[in-house]
């Protein structure tokens, strides 16, 4: 399994438009005929006026195999791309393999949080097995999506992306772990490890899958 994320950061005051338009015509022509539509945020706290959508396909060769089948589509090439292109600043991919399986929380209208580390080279296995290893502390306090090492264009980067019902929930479940022995540990082990840790805070799209 390949997980892509694109983060595209748009002009401001064009989320709207963004929105409509993948809602209205993207959404429509493309499917999950292209590849598999796990998540559609926007930023809110972190890196303002960005989108960031999460992809998933068997494999590299499959993606390239049906991006190049979409960029073939009329729908998507006269109707979609003439909507949202003319917003769009910036584009950035991460082409990252999931270390555990994709979870889904048990409730809707979520609050999303993406965070990414960058390691130092070499030590991204070694820093995701202990992160899984300390996953059930973890999670006694809120639902991990996903965790995955970073392909490209960073491969000494791992990512993690979390659920919450709102910025309170995050708030008490980050006090929460810190306050568990077996967390304290392993955040004592992985900060000789870690270079830089960023984190984005994210709504869901209305047509998003993770809501």
């Not at 929105?19 to 598999?36: H, I």
């Not at 972190?46 to 499959?62: F, K, R, T």
């Not at 995955?148 to 929930?169: F, G, K, M, R």
Request: hydrophobic share 35%.
């Amino acid at each position: 399994m390949l997980h892509e994320l694109r983060t595209y950061t748009i002009k401001p005051g064009s989320l709207q438009t963004i929105l409509k338009a993948n809602e209205e015509v993207g959404r429509p022509v493309r499917g999950d005929d292209y590849g598999k539509l796990e998540g559609y945020w926007y930023t809110d706290i972190g890196p303002l006026n960005q989108v960031i959508h999460l992809w998933s396909y068997n494999d590299m060769a499959e993606r390239n195999q049906l991006r190049n089948q979409l960029a073939g589509l009329d729908g998507w090439v006269k109707d979609y791309l003439p909507q949202i292109r003319p917003f769009i600043l910036k584009q950035e991919l991460r082409f990252m393999n999931p270390q555990r399986d994709f979870s889904y929380p048990d409730t809707t209208g979520n609050f999303y949080e993406f965070r990414n580390y960058r390691l130092k080279p070499g030590a991204a296995g070694k820093w995701m097995d202990k992160f899984i290893g300390v996953m059930p502390t973890r999670e006694k306090y809120s639902t991990n999506v996903c965790a995955w090492i970073t392909e490209s264009p960073d491969p000494n980067e791992v990512c993690h992306l979390w659920a919450y019902t709102d910025t309170t929930q995050r708030k008490k479940a980050r006090d929460g772990v810190a306050g568990e022995s077996a967390w304290q540990e392993f955040s004592g082990w992985s900060s000789d490890l870690l270079e830089e840790m960023h984190s984005t805070l994210m709504w869901p799209a209305s047509f998003s899958p993770l809501i």
